[in-house]
């Protein structure tokens, strides 16, 4: 009788255990989906970005209106650093990355379509 209901409540632990699991397993995979998805969103964002030759012109008026409140009317810096010779320290793809991120506060993630994106770029290899 003891025998009979304790391997009853192992049968249900193991049931409980599995859909325990399963669920884990389920919750990860949606998980990886949602990384993989905007992983490949953020690679095809900078291959097109890359794939265009931007106007140092254009990349100049979209710095002078959202870049210089922190690092200065010249890019020489105020609460942000100095980007002259940025294009030397970082590529272009850490350049996006920086600018769309969000990573580093207080600067801002920008929402910037890859053509905006392209010039700014080309402004900042201007700079050196
Ligand atoms: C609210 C202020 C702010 C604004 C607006 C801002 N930045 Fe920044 N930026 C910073 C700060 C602060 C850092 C340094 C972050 C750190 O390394 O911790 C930085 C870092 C950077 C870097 C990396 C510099 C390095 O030496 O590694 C680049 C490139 C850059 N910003 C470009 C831009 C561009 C382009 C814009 C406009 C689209 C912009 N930032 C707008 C504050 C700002």
Redesign the pocket.
């Known amino acids: 009788m003891s025998t009979s209901s304790s391997t009853a409540a192992e049968r249900d632990f193991k049931r409980e255990f599995l859909k325990i699991a399963f669920m884990t397993f389920g919750i990860l995979l949606i998980c990886f989906s949602i990384f993989f998805v905007k992983h490949q969103e953020n690679n095809n964002y900078i291959i097109e970005t890359l794939k265009l030759n931007g106007s140092a012109e254009e990349g100049d008026a979209?710095?002078k209106i959202?870049?210089v409140?922190?690092?200065g009317i010249t890019a020489r810096g105020l609460?942000?650093?100095d980007?002259h010779s940025?294009t030397q320290?970082?590529n272009d793809k850490e350049?996006i990355k920086?600018?769309t991120g969000g990573l580093?506060p207080?600067?801002?993630s920008?929402e910037?379509d890859p053509v905006n994106m392209s010039n700014?770029l080309k402004y900042?290899h201007s700079l050196e």
Do not use: A
């Open positions: 979209l710095f959202n870049c409140g922190c690092h609460v942000g650093p980007l940025i320290r970082l350049i920086q600018v580093t207080p600067m801002p920008f910037i700014l900042l």
